[in-house]
């Protein structure tokens, strides 16, 4: 969640949404089903060395044990299987290290811990550093465990990582089942590293080269893609067919790992959702790592480490995203940097952003009056607010919450939420593109069910985390958006699933009785409609929506 106060480069997590629903009869070509109840902070799977009734029912051998999953609506589910060692004495704030292996079989019928995280929309506090599962998700009578190749139909990998600003968030939020049933491909979620127990830069802090900058979230991510390419094909997924997704902060994550040397060769094409390719420079992540260790009451990194996790989740309070930082072995270059430079792993995306990025985080600034909006803008902007204010007009907004319609627009168009939507996503569209199979979305349902009830009557319009529960009923935020979700909006879910699971297998979002998706170096883009109306639009079109030839004039 964002603060009522503004500051330049927010960092912001989204709010997480989940659902309860079924409409087949509606979509006879999907399968709409009930996500999993409850939010997932079981404790650790438990091992055991008795056998399953059956004797080898769901039983899956990894590289470090077998697992037993379940079936659960209408799929095959292996949840809260450990891809490294919990991260917890001397390994806290170190490079994820490998499972111990385990004797018997091991349960895998319940989400692993959360890793720590305060309460937020994102679900409630957790204070359990052992945190480091990932979860699988695959149809019923996958090729698991048969020792098929490739040609003995081996399925696609999709795999999710969740958003939340870096500080929240879970895997269990991105339940599989309905991708998993309508595409017939492998889904993977997982956990990570978060806040400062996954981004901090403290000089003396980290135990390896390459910690030493703090990055240890997308080290856990870059060992779950490794546990993957390992261990997926027991579970009937093909290690040479893996796409990365993620949104908000894990689309930051996308640019992230295609940026990363050690990532390389752990995917073969990514989806990003609503994110950028956000970082700090080691100076910064040093001077933010510092002032939290001083609130923590450390000045060394051997006070870090042995003040307690609670202590620690306490002294961060006031954090309301994370960053990734640049100069290391796992990010030599900024992500954007990278990008623009062509120093990136060159594999086919799939990215977007939402219409209205920015209404999600104006809702705490829809109380203030006209001089009120033209003093934030000013003191946002600098000497081009006046321009800013001639472009977004106060009076052009509507009653009530005026303030946060008009500074939402502006925050959407201008990207001034770490990069995230309008003219900024379409600038970084047209640098991948100009290297790599590019498809582009804005996800344009401006009646989508909003995120929460706070202010009665406030429209949302395709605000930033709203598409999420199209793709993932399990997506929550204390109640279902899914099944608020109209015929016509099931309808766009149903595309969008389709076409989230073309690409995985195709590495292309081309499916029969969809619209044709072109590559944006067409200069088109897909505007994601419900009631079947998905169009493509032009690359001009957007960039009117967004007045970008007023921001990118402003541009260096």
């Not at 752990?266 to 100076?283: Q, T």
């Amino acid at each position: 969640m964002m603060s009522s106060t503004p500051g330049r480069r927010r960092r912001i997590g989204p709010w997480h949404l989940r659902s309860v629903a079924g409409l087949a009869a509606v979509l006879p070509l999907a399968v709409f089903l009930s996500a999993a109840p409850g939010q997932g902070h079981t404790a650790a799977a438990a091992v055991t060395r008795a056998a399953p009734a059956d004797g080898s029912a769901l039983v899956v051998a990894t590289d470090r044990g077998k697992v037993q999953g379940k079936s659960a609506e209408g799929i095959d589910q292996f949840l809260g299987i450990p891809y490294a060692a919990p991260p917890v004495g001397a390994l806290r704030w170190a490079a994820p290290q490998p499972v111990t292996p385990w004797q018997g079989i091991r349960s895998a019928q319940s989400y692993g811990n959360r890793c720590p995280q305060l309460a937020s929309g994102n679900g409630p506090r957790s204070d359990t550093e052992d945190c480091l599962y990932l979860n699988v998700f695959t149809p019923p009578g996958a090729p698991a465990a048969k020792g098929g190749g490739r040609d003995a139909g081996r399925l696609p990998v999709l795999v999710m990582i969740h958003g939340g600003g870096l500080v929240n968030g879970s895997g269990d939020q991105h339940d599989g089942s309905l991708i998993v049933n309508t595409d017939h491909i492998v889904v993977v979620s997982i956990n990570y590293r978060l806040g400062v127990f996954g981004f901090l830069d403290v000089p003396g802090l980290g135990t390896s080269p390459f910690t030493a900058n703090g990055n240890y979230g997308l080290l856990d991510q870059e060992a779950a893609l490794r546990w993957v390419q390992r261990n997926v094909g027991a579970f009937g997924g093909d290690p040479g067919r893996v796409t990365i997704a993620g949104e908000s902060a894990g689309g930051w994550s996308m640019c992230a790992l295609m940026s990363s040397p050690p990532a390389r060769g752990l995917f073969s094409a990514a989806i990003m959702e609503s994110g950028s390719c956000a970082s700090r420079p080691a100076a910064d992540a040093q001077s933010a790592g510092l002032a939290f260790a001083a609130q923590a009451g450390c000045t060394a990194a051997a006070c870090l480490r042995n003040t307690p996790e609670s202590t620690l989740l306490d002294a961060s309070a006031g954090l309301s995203s994370e960053e990734f930082t640049s100069g290391g072995p796992e990010l030599p270059f900024p992500p954007a940097h990278a990008v623009a430079s062509g120093r990136y792993t060159h594999v086919p995306i799939l990215l977007g952003d939402n219409h209205d990025e920015g209404r999600t985080f104006a809702q705490g600034l829809a109380g203030l009056a006209e001089q009120q909006y033209t003093d934030l803008v000013t003191q946002e902007f600098g000497a081009r607010a006046p321009e800013v204010l001639q472009h977004y007009p106060f009076s052009s907004y509507p009653s009530p919450y005026t303030a946060a319609y008009a500074i939402g627009a502006i925050w959407t168009d201008s990207g001034f939420i770490a990069g995230i939507g309008g003219c900024p996503t379409q600038s970084l569209a047209a640098q991948f593109a100009g290297g790599t199979p590019t498809y582009v979305y804005q996800f344009d349902d401006r009646q989508a069910p909003g995120l929460n009830n706070n202010l009665p009557g406030y429209q949302w319009g395709a605000g930033h985390a709203m598409e999420l529960a199209y793709l993932w009923p399990s997506f929550n935020n204390g109640f279902s958006l899914y099944d608020l979700l109209t015929p016509a909006q099931l309808e766009l879910s149903h595309q969008m699933v389709v076409w989230w699971g073309a690409f995985a297998r195709f590495h292309a979002p081309v499916a029969p009785g969809q619209p044709a998706w072109l590559p944006y170096n067409s200069k088109r883009l897909m505007s994601l409609r419900p009631g079947g109306q998905s169009q493509t639009i032009s690359a001009g079109t957007y960039a009117a929506e967004h007045q970008c030839a007023f921001w990118n004039a402003g541009q260096p």
